[in-house]
């Protein structure tokens, strides 16, 4: 029998019975879309979940970065990460700002603080962390090469669901911080995302921000953009956001046997254990090969047996043209040498063990 190809992620999925429920309430009410009460609903329930008072979902993990580059009123330089999805970059061309690119800390993927205060200069206005694979940066390092430099910070958390460090959410370093609730992560709507801010006065403005600016029905205060989530995907989330605590335990279950099969192999290192007090997501599960020949086989090798991992992040986004000629591009060694050689194995809550055992024979079997 033909085997169903395994992909890098599978999404988390509501119970379909409890979906159909759910929904079957806008077909009364016809309210579909445009702060409806399953999106405030949603709003409301993320908060808690992650311990935070002022969250405002938006329509994707991309759109909250470019709301929170306005809200801070950002102009010129942002020094960033070549390690990461393009979207990072993209939001900050999108606002007209020019990345500039740091280089990562090896061992994590994450910005490292020396090569970000590196680069400060007089055009420097802000600073755009990724916390890579879910794993928390140096946050405060970074922070306080902020406050030192008067520097805002935005941390683009897209991966980084639930991740608390110390009792601590995450998303409550920096001025904001973005999470992205695409199909492809820990929680989902499909599509989503949200922005995490301070204050009230902040969210009433991300709130507005993402309504094209609508402070009242006949009052526009702010060059606001359609972001909105709508009501068929705030049912998904919230449904979602019942399962997540399960979901994460059984990516933590997942991790845990993968590193049982792959630990002591001689030319592939394992992510680091997360480190105590950290309540990690374990939303990737990244290897890295001793080199970039063995890197591709593991990848063709899989790929041939119908297992789809990915190379998350190759090629470098300093490796786009958009890119290229940015200042810092082409001097990020340590991120030029983790793209080379990172694979990301397949992780998700659904995949079974036995999967696992196959993934991590054809690995071992590919280092031979
Ligand atoms: N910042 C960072 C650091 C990010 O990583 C991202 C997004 C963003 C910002 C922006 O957030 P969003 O605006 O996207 O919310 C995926 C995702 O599309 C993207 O959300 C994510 N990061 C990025 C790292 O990965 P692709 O092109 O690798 O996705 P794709 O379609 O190849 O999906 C991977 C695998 O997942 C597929 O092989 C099969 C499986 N899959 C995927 C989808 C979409 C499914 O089984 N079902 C599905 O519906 O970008």
């Known amino acids: 029998m033909k085997r169903k190809p395994i992909y890098v992620t599978s999404p988390l999925m509501p119970d379909y019975d409890d979906f159909t429920a759910l929904v079957r309430q806008l077909w009364d009410t016809r309210l579909l879309t445009n702060n409806g009460p399953l999106l405030r609903r949603l709003e409301e329930e993320i908060g808690a979940y ?35 999805f393009v979207a990072t970059s993209h939001a900050l061309t999108w ?17 490292d603080p020396a090569s970000v205060e590196s680069l400060v200069g ?28 008067g520097l805002k910070v935005v941390y683009d958390a897209a991966h980084a669901f639930g ?39 902040m969210k009433k403005e991300f709130d507005r921000l993402r309504n094209f600016g609508f402070e009242s029905e006949t009052c526009i205060s702010a060059v606001g953009i359609n972001a909105k ?4 995907r705030a049912a998904f989330g919230l449904l979602n956001l019942r399962k997540v605590d399960d979901a994460i335990e059984r990516r933590k279950a997942a991790t845990a046997l993968y590193r049982t099969l792959l630990g002591g192999q001689e030319h592939i290192s394992l992510p680091p254990e997360p480190e105590s007090g950290l309540r990690h997501n374990y939303s990737h599960f990244p290897i890295v090969a001793s080199g970039n020949e063995l890197r591709e086989k593991i990848y063709s090798t899989l790929r041939s047996e119908g297992i789809f991992p990915r190379r998350y992040f190759y090629p470098l986004v300093t490796d786009f043209k958009p890119y290229n000629a940015c200042r810092g591009a082409g001097e990020t060694p340590n991120a030029r040498a983790l793209s080379e050689r990172v694979l990301c194995l397949p992780l998700h809550a659904d995949l079974p063990s036995e999967e696992i055992h196959r993934i991590a024979d054809l690995v071992r079997l590919s280092l031979g």
């Open 95 to 111: 606002c007209g700002l020019t990345p500039v690119y740091a280089d990562i800390d090896p061992a994590t993927g994450n910005l």
């Open 163 to 201: 991740v608390r460090c110390g009792g601590r959410p995450i998303t409550s370093w920096g001025d904001v911080a973005t999470l992205s609730f695409h199909a492809t992560k820990v929680f989902s709507t499909i599509e989503g995302g949200a922005v995490v801010c301070r204050d009230g006065e």
């Open 50 to 84: 992650l311990g935070e008072r002022h969250v405002s979902v938006y329509a994707n993990g991309t759109l909250p970065l470019l709301a929170a580059f306005r809200a801070l009123g950002l102009k010129g330089e942002v020094i960033t990460t070549p390690y990461t």
């Open 122 to 149: 007089p055009r420097t206005c802000a600073i755009l962390p990724v916390h890579v694979y879910g794993r928390p940066c140096r946050t405060e390092e970074i922070e306080e090469i902020a406050r030192r430099h």
């Open 229 to 232: 989530l709508d009501e068929m």
